[in-house]
T-cell receptor, first 113, second 114 residues
């Protein structure tokens, strides 16, 4: 069965510190993976995506994620957190078998001054 | 990428009434989706709305409670019928463009049922 697990419902970092949001997936077919960000009172916005090819993908706002098949992971990182990064982050998997997107539970990122 | 607008942005409704949420896309798209996001929760897919056919509902959601219309490739509506406080949630419209796998989302409709 296809699934997405985000480790940690809340993550708190200091401004300027490394951001690491963890995502593991389960898929019986090669996955298409995404990170979305949701700012307060807004819809979801695509941050980055992995489909095929390069396993390190770069997204908007300085975020990047690395697809590691051996670890079934797609963790999101940013070298230096900004206050404006405070938001909810969702990892998602597009399942070609059912042609559906499966969303993780979300991780709320807090950035301390 | 598609730009999506939703109306209303928020509403407070009485128990037992119905609310229709509109979703407008700035380009023609084949697949449109309606999600519910309860406070502090992830997204739950209500149904997939394809133009010219009946919407496909996910387990736990029924047409009588959440009727959907999709009259053309740029517009859809979701009605929340006979509302109860448990329907208080954010309702999100989303689309997927042909040949791509990522989705684009509207800003959401924040519904409170009293």
């Amino acid at each position: 069965a296809q699934s997405v697990t985000q480790l940690g419902s809340h993550v708190s970092v200091s401004e300027g510190a490394l951001v690491l949001l963890r995502c593991n997936y389960s898929s019986s077919v090669p996955p298409y993976l995404f990170w979305y960000v949701q700012y307060p009172n807004q819809g979801l916005q695509l941050l980055l995506k992995y489909t095929t090819g390069a396993t390190l993908v770069k997204g908007i706002n300085g975020f990047e994620a690395e697809f590691k098949k051996s670890e079934t992971s797609f963790h999101l990182t940013k070298p230096s957190a900004h206050m404006s990064d405070a938001a909810e982050y969702f990892c998602a998997l597009f399942y070609t078998g059912g042609f559906k997107t499966i969303f993780g539970a979300g991780t709320r990122l807090f950035v301390k001054a | 990428s598609a730009v999506i607008s939703q109306k209303p942005s928020r509403d407070i409704c009485q128990r037992g009434t119905s609310l229709t949420i509109q979703c407008q896309v700035d380009s023609q798209v084949t697949m449109m989706f309606w999600y519910r996001q309860q406070p502090g929760q992830s997204l739950t897919l209500i149904a997939t709305a394809n133009q010219g056919s009946e919407a496909t509902y996910e387990s736990g959601f029924v047409i009588d409670k959440f009727p959907i219309s999709r009259p053309n490739l740029t517009f859809s509506t979701l009605t929340v019928s006979n509302m109860s406080p448990e329907d208080s949630s954010i309702y999100l419209c989303s689309v997927r463009e042909g040949g791509e796998y990522e989705q684009y989302f509207g800003p959401g409709t924040r519904l409170t049922v009293t």
